[in-house]
């Protein structure tokens, strides 16, 4: 089983490695599109802001390439965002996987980012096997996706909104699987395993 995390100007990318490392897997850390290309799964982590990930995205050429990926890919966090068609961050088109739009929390009281542990509900597909609906993740965004008929799991912060999405080999989560303990662990393997 050859793992590869997507190499690209986006945080967060050692505590992938080290949860993979936690299940048994030694994943692969790389831009080069024939590493990735040869994968049997692709995760596209990422922590930081739309425009500057998608310009060095584009630079590399890793836009076309991700967007034309047919093994199973998994984005996390900044990466389930720059998987949708925009970002209201900064006016960014993204890859368009999702036809969605990401939009910033409003003002309404609330802390924002969210940041902290918040509950999934409304869990489909296999990536949530063994997951029990209400499970508690860990999460740290400003941004959202609003609850749509992509959504594999749904999460209520200000508003109900998308904290799991679908779409053909494409899979993304906007919480962190690798801060969320043994359940983002088995959220984690599940991708792996397959269905």
């Not at 209520?156 to 983002?184: C, M, R, W």
């Amino acid at each position: 089983m050859k793992v590869v995390i997507i190499k690209y100007n986006a945080g967060n990318i050692r505590s992938v490695l080290f949860a993979l490392e936690r299940i048994g897997i030694q994943a692969i850390v790389t831009d080069n599109h024939d590493e990735i290309r040869m994968a049997d799964r692709v995760i596209f982590p990422g922590v930081g802001e739309a425009s500057s990930a998608m310009n060095y995205l584009r630079e590399k050429g890793l836009d076309q390439l991700i967007c034309s990926l047919t093994q199973p890919v998994l984005g996390i966090c900044l990466g389930m965002q720059l998987m949708c068609a925009h970002s209201d961050e900064n006016n960014t088109d993204c890859l368009g996987i999702f036809n969605e739009t990401v939009k910033h929390f409003p003002e309404a009281g609330f802390k924002i980012p969210q940041i902290g542990w918040n509950n999934i509900t409304n869990l489909s597909t296999y990536l949530f096997r063994g997951i029990s609906e209400n499970a508690y993740m860990y999460f740290v965004h400003g941004y959202y996706v609003e609850a749509c008929k992509e959504a594999i799991a749904t999460t209520n912060y200000i508003t109900e909104y998308s904290s799991a999405l679908h779409k053909d080999n494409f899979y993304a989560v906007q919480f962190h699987p690798e801060k969320s303990g043994e359940i983002g662990q088995k959220i984690l393997e599940n991708f792996i395993k397959g269905e």
